[in-house]
């Protein structure tokens, strides 16, 4: 039973610390403080590991469970989502848990959300399944009405998704949106009475036969309301005690329950931390490691959460919850005059943009405004809008307020003693004439913390005759532009007494260029982008506030309706899309748009991921010791302190290694002598816990000496830093000759760069190894796509036989390259304590430490020289480039070698010259991602494409079509194109976006409109599919006919969300002629397919599928002696009969592709078509429409591949427009040398549900099946990638548009990737930007 504060210290009766779990009652035991939710229920006795972690510190989503607690205020059980890995195990005491596993699950029935989301698609790898289902859940318990799209959208915000595209994922809960009366009737949700079902397309009842939608058939959802987790009675009762526990380190959890208890307590404990959401407090603790003795948990505190309405304005209790806030205004807006509460719909606005529904819902107004934070979304506005804080002192009990002006003081220090605390905020209403305005811009608009915010007030007067209007009262204030939210005063002064007009414009904004003022390396970076926006953001404000004007002073100076698009808002539309196939089937199952195999297990939190698994007794957690330095020798390592550290089992150096420290020619296990980057690891240490490891890790002293680093592809180029053997060359014709013969009409030179990208797969890195057969032996589990290189490195590493060294992986959540080579070091690691102390050691990497030290998407730079005809037609393509190899070599040389293949994208070049070499750079090693140095091949040439259409004043398109390569082409790596559907489906793409008139409408609404610019691009592609390397095209795979008719397929490729295993065993199911279902793909494992090839390069289904049917077509010859004497009913029968007759049922099948000339087996082709639309004042931008078309041959499974096409898409957006690293090298001074700043979901952003196009239409060619592919299908994994970059593209355009209204013309200029809000606002050169860089300006990018 928990320890609880004395009665006599709290005045309240005495009782035990209470959890309901999943409707199960748990008390909680003292001790524990330390402890989150997520700890808590994967941990400890409760084992419910569906709840998952991906990031730990809020920014995932993959934690998601659901917190219920009686609000006796409103005498409603309240439901809400909260991340677990942040909630502190004490702040959900006396409420009631649910988790995924509290939901539904296989047995029971699945919840109809875990039915649609399945039978949708809407799970590949199924990482962040869970957390999705848990976040749509609370939504739909919380509200008594079915949701609107737009509420359901907004719900998912915070949580993300690195595989599906999130298209499926919104179209499977869009069925539970107003729109479906039927849900939690008696109708199973998704099957209507008239036998038609809610289409996944439409969200609507429909009897378009989908075929992609599935009868689920062994659950039921209608079934499941009977079964939804009630309340508990008890805590209806129960009122919320007052708690004092403990936890590690000597902290104390205190809660206080009513304000005297607060106050003693804060009396007492000065120092002592309040926490409401402690989204605060615990990313200090978890990430940055600060140390507090004392919390004090004050959501509970009843004047803390008070609303008080009335006729001055609205005051409402610090603890009140981001949440409750924005439904508080929402309310006051709608009940009082509109001149009331313009403050109030600011706040809503910037709001809905704060943090995800999980953060807001358990983040609070005080600890948001007590932080400090220079980049608080709410401190400006607080600022602007003449709120007041009432700071009570905890000794006096004496209460004092203070204008939120003047509260902030400096870096997150405040106007407030460590004996007052906040005690509720004071907004009062606007006047007749009073205009509050909020401003952000931040890289991402779902769920990121600004880079520039603001506040904006003006108190308007009209005077004199004319009634001409003046300003009373101004308040301008900024975040992101100072230490702390930055009242701009002189500006503020310069405004008063000044008439509204054009003319105060012009001044104001030279005002506020000397108000804001930021350092050139001023942390942030990004100094020219801030200060433009303060100026565009004041720019917006007075367009806004003038237009409202003019709504009751018609007279006011007006200005042209197109400046209108300044200030319209964005919102959130819902998002619909259109798959488009043909189903070819072959036999049973091949051809069908089948679910994926795990699906209902990775719906329910049941399918296990390699942090799952039940770990032994007497297991060690490992935590690595790294490198902070990106180059130096090591002079000492001192672990006397970590020895010492609690829990503490061991420290192992390069030393220890039992056989050799070298895991590659270039790269060391342990570093022993000299470190040459960050993040590399010089040993490992294994302690009782995660956390002790991490303890104890932190506490090794590492003295170094510094050497010079390498830090940018470009000081490897000027030092001729390069891995050694990695220079390469490819040509066809003479390229100098042709430059120097005069036939080209002109020739251009140029550079593209583009930055890297980290994979950000949502299950980080891990193994669990451990030792049997008394140390003889080594198995371990691991999270990886090459099951086969762990065995050999850990072999190698151990001096084990690898006979006796076994990897096994159930499933990856997610891959994409990033675990083929860069896992077996991690799992190396860990084997070496497990088999030195013959004890099982499990490595899980956090997110910061595993995005620091794994390695990335290649960053690039390509140096070209183009020949062109007057008319277009390309002649020579000179291209030097380079890649970022990192530290060691790893793939970096074949990533470049198919970078320089995929040069020629689509393009019949007669003369190409291109060479390439892998720099060496003090970084962490980088390695394969999705598309292997084909798209940024690619991307260099569509660059320089759209630069000869831009020199020439032609479309880009124009000049595209005019070089597409041909049937019979040969490529200037000597391989002839044959079966070349690029032209038809550019001409199928063509007309499906109708391209033209697209064109047409954007450049009409460009006219229209001044400071929104549309844009649209198409980009073709050709993706080439092979491993370059000759003898990894093999496969190999086990298959066992069992005598009840059902089949065990086991082969060398791996699971990580693709499908693999599901179209394997469609091959398998159809080889035999029994359904899908009889057909069982456990897992892979070294000990079943030996020697099998990592899973990569898109081409697994192309591989193990033959190798599959190989061992089934051996078991049919076998059978058939039996089969043709007889007849079956079954399989089974006959599987029976033929063990009676003792034939083998068992075959190992094995299949390697025919020894050819050419560099790939085929061509995936490819196009899309997207359109955009950016803010050219703050570099905020969507897409709008994207259509995308692939020649997939005759798909094995259209749903898998339509999954992985919008996935990759994606995926690929994160690339060219938002994912940015940034590291510590000469463009980025304020970060530490060979540091990565951007190590975690809150300062890295891939795409979240809101980055997805308005409108995602994907399409498969029809009737091209492709005769090298196993049933005539091709691959799908990588080759969509690149085509992300016609949104690249299109956001180009629309620049283009912005730059030829300011008469720049319509002259090429350079956009780097990521085109970033930053990139794209700068881009758009104006009066705003012109005062801070000239019109060739481009920011600092890391490559
Ligand atoms: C994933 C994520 C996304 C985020 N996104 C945003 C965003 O978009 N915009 C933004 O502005 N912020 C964002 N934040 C920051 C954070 O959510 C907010 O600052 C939040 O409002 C803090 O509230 P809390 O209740 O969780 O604070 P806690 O962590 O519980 O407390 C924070 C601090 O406030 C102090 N405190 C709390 N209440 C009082 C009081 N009554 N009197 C005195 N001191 C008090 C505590 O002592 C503590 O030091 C984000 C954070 C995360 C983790
Ligand atoms: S693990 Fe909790 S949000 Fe990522
Ligand atoms: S299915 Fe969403 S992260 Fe893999």
Redesign the pocket.
């Known amino acids: 039973m928990g320890s609880l504060e004395k009665e006599a210290e709290m005045g309240d009766e005495l009782m035990e610390a209470i959890l309901y779990v999943n409707g199960v009652r748990r008390v909680l035991p003292d001790g524990l403080a330390h402890m989150t939710l997520l700890e808590y229920l994967r941990g400890w006795d409760l084992g419910l590991t569906g709840t998952k972690l991906g990031c730990g ?3 995932c989503g993959a934690c998601t469970v659901m917190v219920s607690n009686y609000d006796k205020t409103s005498n409603k059980r309240v439901h809400y989502a909260v ?1 677990a890995c ?1 909630a502190p195990l004490y702040s959900v005491e006396g409420m009631h848990v649910i988790s995924i596993e509290g939901v539904g699950h296989r047995k029971h029935g699945l919840h109809p959300l875990q039915e649609s989301l399945a039978s949708s698609h809407g799970s590949q790898c199924g990482f962040c399944t869970p957390g999705f289902i848990m976040s749509m859940y609370a939504l739909l318990r919380l509200n008594k009405n079915p949701p609107s799209e737009e509420e359901i959208e907004e719900c998912l915000a ?1 949580n993300l998704c690195r595989c599906t595209g999130y298209r499926p994922i919104v179209d499977a809960f869009r069925v539970f949106a107003k729109t479906n009366d039927a849900l939690y009737s008696g109708l199973s949700s998704l099957s209507l009475q008239d036998g038609s079902s809610i289409c996944p397309s439409t969200g609507k009842p429909c009897s378009c036969g989908d075929v992609r939608f599935q009868q689920p058939s062994e659950t039921d959802g209608s079934k499941y309301t009977e079964k939804e987790l009630i309340f508990p009675p008890e805590l209806l009762l129960r009122k919320f005690p007052p708690l004092k526990l403990s936890g590690n380190r000597g902290l104390i959890w205190y809660r206080a329950v009513r304000l005297d208890h607060l106050l003693d307590l804060k009396t007492k404990h000065p120092d ?13 603790m978890r990430l940055k490691r600060l140390q507090y003795k004392v919390l004090i948990s ?2 509970q505190v009843p004047e ?1 959460n008070t609303v008080v309405v009335n006729d001055s304005g609205v005051e409402f209790g ?2 009140l ?2 949440s409750q806030l924005l439904r508080l205004f929402r309310k006051v807006v709608k009940e009082r005059p509109a001149h009331e509460t313009s403050a109030c719909k600011a706040f809503i606005e910037q709001l809905k ?4 529904t999980q ?2 819902n ?10 400090a ?1 220079p ?5 400006p506005l607080w600022m602007a809008s003449r709120a007041e804080f009432r ?1 009570i002192n905890c000794c006096s009990g004496d209460v004092r307020s203070i204008p939120a002006k003047g509260f902030f003081r400096g870096y997150r220090k405040v106007d ?1 003693e460590s004996n ?4 509720s905020v004071f907004l009062p209403w606007t006047r007749p004439l009073e205009y509050v305005k909020e401003f952000k811009q ?1 890289h991402r608009r779902d ?4 880079i520039v ?1 603001g506040g904006m007030r003006v108190f308007l007067e009209e005077r004199g005759e004319n009634k001409e209007v003046f300003v009373c009262e101004a308040s301008i204030a900024f ?1 992101g532009v100072a230490p702390v939210s930055l009242c701009a005063r002189k500006t503020e002064e310069f405004l008063i007494g000044k008439s509204w007009n054009k003319s105060l414009l012009q001044d104001a904004l030279k005002v506020i260029q000397s108000d804001v003022l930021i350092d050139k390396d001023a942390p942030g970076g990004m100094v020219e982008f801030r200060k433009s926006l303060t100026l565009s953001f004041f720019f917006k404000f007075f367009l806004w506030v003038s237009h409202h004007i003019s709504d009751v002073k018609p007279t006011m100076e007006t200005f042209p309706s197109s400046h209108m698009s300044a200030v319209e808002s964005f919102t959130r539309p819902c998002r619909v899309g259109r798959q488009d196939y043909e189903t070819v089937k072959h036999g049973t199952a091949v051809g069908l748009p089948e679910v994926h195999l795990s699906a209902r297990m990775q719906v329910t939190g049941k399918a296990e991921y390699t942090d799952d698994a039940p770990v032994p007794p007497n297991t060690l957690h490992a935590a690595l010791v790294l490198s902070k330095l990106p180059h130096a020798r090591i002079l000492s390592i001192d672990d006397s302190e970590s020895r010492s550290s609690p829990g503490f089992a061991g420290l192992f150096l390069a030393k220890d290694v039992p056989a050799d420290n070298m895991i590659e020619a270039d790269e060391e296990l342990f570093a022993t002598d000299v470190v040459t980057c960050v993040g590399q690891v010089i040993g490992v240490i294994v302690a009782n816990t995660h956390e002790n490891a991490k303890a104890a890790a932190g506490k090794v002293k590492v003295e170094y000496e510094e050497l010079p680093a390498i830090l940018s592809i470009r000081e490897a180029i000027a030092a001729k830093s390069f891995h050694p053997n990695t220079e390469k060359m490819q040509r066809k014709g003479d390229v100098e000759l042709c430059f120097e013969s005069g036939q080209c009409d002109r020739i251009i030179e140029g550079e593209v760069q583009m930055g890297g990208q980290e994979h950000f797969y949502m299950e980080p890195h891990g193994s669990l190894v451990w030792t049997a057969d008394g140390g003889n032996e080594v198995h371990m589990l691991s999270s990886t796509q090459d099951p086969h290189r762990h065995q050999l490195i850990i072999s190698h590493v151990l001096g084990l036989q690898m006979s006796k060294v076994v990897c096994k992986t159930k499933r990856v959540g997610g891959g994409f390259g990033g675990k083929e080579t860069r896992s077996a070091f991690i799992a190396a690691a860990a084997s070496v304590p497990a088999y030195l102390l013959n004890r099982p050691v499990k490595l899980i990497l956090d997110r910061d430490v595993d995005m620091m030290i794994s390695g990335h998407r290649h960053s690039f730079v390509g140096k070209y020289k183009v020949g062109f005809t007057n008319e277009g037609k390309i002649l020579a393509y000179d291209l030097e480039i380079y890649n970022n190899g990192g530290n060691t070599l790893d793939l970096s040389s074949y990533v470049l070698q198919n970078a320089m293949f995929h040069s020629d994208n689509v393009y019949e070049i007669p003369h190409v010259r291109i060479r390439g070499n892998v720099c060496f750079t003090n970084y962490p090693s980088n390695t394969a991602f999705r598309g292997f140095g084909a798209p940024q091949g690619m991307l260099i040439t569509e660059n320089w494409i759209h630069r000869i259409a831009a020199e020439l004043d032609r479309s880009p398109e124009e000049i595209k079509e005019m070089n597409f390569q041909v049937e019979g082409s040969i490529t200037h790596y000597s391989q002839c194109l044959e079966h070349c559907t690029l032209h038809q489906l550019w001409k199928e793409l063509k007309m499906s976006c109708n391209f033209l008139q697209a064109r047409r409408e954007v450049d009409e609404f460009n006219s229209l409109n001044r400071w929104k610019k549309r844009g649209v691009a198409m980009v073709p592609s050709k993706f080439g599919v092979a491993y370059t390397k000759v003898c990894t095209n093999q496969a190999g795979a086990l298959v066992h006919v069992y005598t009840d008719g059902t089949v065990l397929v086991t082969h060398g490729g791996v699971e990580m969300g693709q499908g693999l295993h599901t179209k394997v065993a469609q091959v398998a199911a159809s080889a035999f002629n029994i359904p899908l279902s009889s057909v069982f793909v456990s897992e892979t494992s070294t000990d079943k397919v030996p020697n099998a090839s990592p899973t990569s390069a898109s081409i697994s289904s192309d591989m193990y599928g033959p190798a599959v049917l190989d061992a089934c077509e051996q078991i049919k010859a076998r059978m058939e002696h039996v089969a043709s004497k007889l007849s079956f009913k079954s399989f089974a029968e006959l599987a029976s009969a033929c063990y009676s007759q003792r034939i083998d049922l068992s075959a190992h099948g094995f299949y390697w592709t025919p020894e050819e000339a050419n560099t790939f087996r085929y061509y995936t082709y490819g196009a899309a078509f997207a359109e955009v639309e950016i803010d050219t004042l703050t570099g905020d931008f969507h897409t709008r429409t994207v259509d995308v078309k692939l020649d997939l041959g005759y798909s094995l499974n259209p749903a898998i591949d339509i999954g992985q096409i919008e996935g990759a898409f994606v995926q690929g957006l994160g690339w060219v427009v938002l994912e940015e690293l940034k590291w510590g090298d000469a463009a980025h001074k304020w970060i530490k040398p060979g540091n990565l700043l951007t190590c975690g ?2 300062n890295y952003k891939i795409p979240s549900i809101n980055d997805i196009p308005f409108n995602f239409n994907v399409s498969l060619l029809k009737g091209h099946p492709n005769s090298r592919g196993i049933h005539s299908s091709k691959a799908v994994g990588e080759p969509p990638f690149f085509l992300a970059s016609s949104v690249f593209f299109a956001i180009k355009d629309a620049i283009k548009a912005a730059r030829e209204e300011m008469g720049l013309g319509s002259k090429w200029f350079p956009l780097d990737t990521p085109a970033t809000p930053e990139r794209i606002r700068m881009a758009c050169f104006d009066e705003f930007t012109s005062p801070f860089v000239s019109l060739d300006f481009c920011p600092k990018l890391s490559v």
């Open positions: 510190e809020g920014g991340n942040l915070g002592a931390k309040l926490v409401v959401g402690n989204t605060e407090v615990g990313i200090e004050v959501g803390l610090s603890s919850r981001l943009w704060f943090a995800g953060i807001r358990v983040a609070s107004i005080g600890g948001n405004i007590c932080t934070s980049i608080s979304d709410l401190n700071i407030m007052e605390i906040l005690l931040s769920d990121d913390i600004a915010n975040g979901p809150g």
